[in-house]
């Protein structure tokens, strides 16, 4: 903003002082751009009637002495930064405006004019205050031509008419309104934003499309939430019937269906000031049919593809004049091809393009790598439909689960997997070209799934050897993260396997204050906490014998292991193993748990 309306105030005071022999409107630029900015009455200001103004954050601003600015005693106007200030954080003009200072000088300077009398009721100041009211009003009424002028800030009617410039015109009660329903068949483990300008299709054919007029926000634990939506078609041709919107042109992570309860009608209101002027900023942006954004916005029209999924590369200097576009979706032939077409008539002219599609015939001659490197015709222009090995980087996860209930049945384990599954699948999916896969954050969707307790959690490359599992993955330049249902493994340690020891032992310290028993307590406790701490640390599959079991409790300070035996039962099997110190394995989806510890003392 480089023009702000000014208050009534300053206009009294600069009308003041001018017409009293003082200096008005002294105008600098920030930041200085020849010379440091002085007082051109240099040591004769005086400092207590000097005033400073100018714009700060697209704001009317009067600007404090020794808060944001300093003045020597030659006249120099210098900024303070937020140390020098020592009070507060100092505030400077916008870059590239205009300041104003105005002050009165010492006697002598100036010859002295006939008017002197500023005192509030006199003539001079009756007339300057008479002035400086017009002036207000004239420069709120600029301010209000200037902000008219630009998309970001017209209102009403003044928007109407820069909208018109790009071919946007406001929707009014002749277009149908209604309310779309977004849903999913669970409730949301996380909030899902719906972001406003979304478009909803019938599937006929021509489709009648709407688009939402608000950002709407499905809550955690919630199924579904309605949002208003109008079409994009005027009269009866854009009116749909009850639950044909079905069709959700750029996917929402979590969203499942969509449809509208009731058909659409004519209640609809004027279009609101904000959604117009969105559509007026995408119409902007593709209009010049001659960037990279007019690009994406172009592409962004195809259904299923969405900003994340478009790579946009520049080399001024190794390739200069070449764009190169990859577009990381599942495209029929058909989408590709439509796809070229808008490349053709988006793209800037004399640019050659490289794209990822793969259409029949291609567009233009194929382009490689050796004959950008060897010599380029910059005359060319054209989309070059370019061989890659692949859009995607092909990924594997692998999880291991800790439910919060160890006791659950078959059904349930099946329900808490089938959404972890579906957490990672679509936080995976959401991930655009070039996004890197964040453990971190992939481990934070699995814990917010409802019955995990603890996760132990693997990402690696599938085209990649002897890597580690446990750290972020970039994946291949201009691709996309892809992980399959067949790549992504969910066990469930939540198995069972209890365990119930006899174990007779000879105790070291012998130094008893507590009884035989209060004592034998401590050492079971010790017994179990070790050995629990030995199986949590062992790999699965693994073997569990006695004699594993009497090498976890070796030592301990307080007692040697004389003998050991055990019995196991798989609880969710529910077998019971009747003879003692049978070897069990335990796979990877099964939990060890020692359940019951009888301890004797070789004294006894």
Known sequence: MSFAAEPYGVFVDDL??????????????????????????????????????????????????????????????????????????????????????????????????????????????????????????????????????FLETAENRDLDQVAALVGITRRDQKYAAGDVVFSRTTPAPADIVVPLGSLVSTADVPPVTVETLEQAILRAGTLSVSIRVRSTLEGSEGKAKAGSLTVIHRPVLGIE?????????????????????????????TSGRASTRALVGALMTLEGVREEDIGIKEDHLNHPGVVRITIAADLTEQKAARAVELINEYKPAGIRIQHNLKVSPPAELPVDDDALDATEDSSSSGAAAVTADSIWTPVAVSLSLMPVDAALTSTQKAQIKDKVKKAVLDHIASLGIDDPVIHNRVLSKVMEVEGVFDVALEIFDLGVAGQPRRKNLQPKLATRPQLKEE??????????????????????????????????????????????TSLAAETRPMEITAASLTTALEGSGNFTVSSLSFKAEFLEEGLRLKQSDVSIRVDKDQQPWVRVVTVADTAE
Do not use: C
Request: glycine share 8%; hydrophobic share 35%; charged share 25%.
């Open 16 to 149: 003041v002082t001018a017409l009293t022999g003082g200096t008005v409107r002294e105008e600098f630029v920030y930041p200085a751009t020849t010379s440091t900015p002085r007082l051109s009455a240099g040591d004769q200001y005086l400092l207590d009637t000097v005033r400073l103004h100018g714009i700060a954050d697209g704001s009317f601003k009067r600007f404090v002495l020794d808060k944001d600015y300093s003045l020597d005693s030659a006249g120099v106007i210098s900024w303070l930064d937020t140390a020098a200030s020592g009070s507060g954080v100092p505030v400077s003009p916008d870059p590239g405006s205009r300041f104003y200072v105005s002050y009165e000088t010492k006697p002598g300077y100036k010859r002295q004019t006939l008017l002197t009398d500023r005192n509030p009721g006199s003539i001079l100041r009756t007339l300057s205050e008479s002035f400086a009211r017009e002036y207000a009003v004239l420069s709120r009424q600029l301010e209000t031509i200037y902000r008219a002028a």
């Open 257 to 285: 269906t969509v449809t509208n309860p009731q058909a659409l009608d004519f209640r609809g209101g004027r279009e609101e000031d904000a959604v117009l002027r969105r559509r007026a900023v995408r119409a902007l942006e």
């Open 487 to 532: 790549n992504l493994t969910v066990t469930m340690r939540g198995s069972l396997v209890a365990l119930d020891l006899d174990v007779t032992v000879t105790r070291l310290d012998l130094r008893t204050i507590d009884d035989a028993q209060t004592e034998l307590g401590r050492v079971r406790d010790e017994i179990i906490t070790l050995i629990n």
